[in-house]
């Protein structure tokens, strides 16, 4: 049973990004989906989620909301984090969880950095 996100790398103000978090092991169908991010010397932070395909809702914080969006490919997997219009206050490390029920997050991918320059 895996998580791995992966996609995170260096953008420019304005840019964009798309980060992509692949399941192995387990249908990711199956599991809400959650995005969060990190800089030195803060908390993590929840950014988005994605609920199970029972209804496919997404959910984002007012900081990014209007520039990130999230989909499903279930044929590979894979959920992605689509990030327009970059701000550097965006630079963080990116990771993202997987939950069946409840709200705690069961599986965790390994962060990708995404760094954007002013």
């Known amino acids: 049973v895996q998580l791995q996100a992966s996609g995170g790398g260096l953008a420019q103000a304005g840019g964009t990004l798309r980060l992509s978090c692949a399941a192995a092991?387990?249908?990711?169908?199956?599991?809400?989906v959650g995005w969060f991010r990190q800089t030195p010397g803060k908390e993590r932070e929840g950014i988005s989620c994605i609920s199970s395909v029972t209804n496919n809702r997404t959910y984002l914080v007012d900081s990014v909301l209007g520039r990130f969006t999230l989909s499903r490919d279930s044929a590979k997997n894979t959920v992605y984090l689509q990030m327009n219009s970059l701000q550097p206050e965006d630079t963080a490390v990116y990771y993202c969880?997987?939950?069946?029920?409840?709200?705690?997050?069961?599986?965790w991918g390994q962060g990708t950095q995404v760094t954007v320059s002013s």
């Open positions: 969880a997987a939950r069946s029920s409840g709200l705690t997050y069961r599986y």
């Open positions: 092991g387990f249908s990711l169908d199956y599991y809400a």
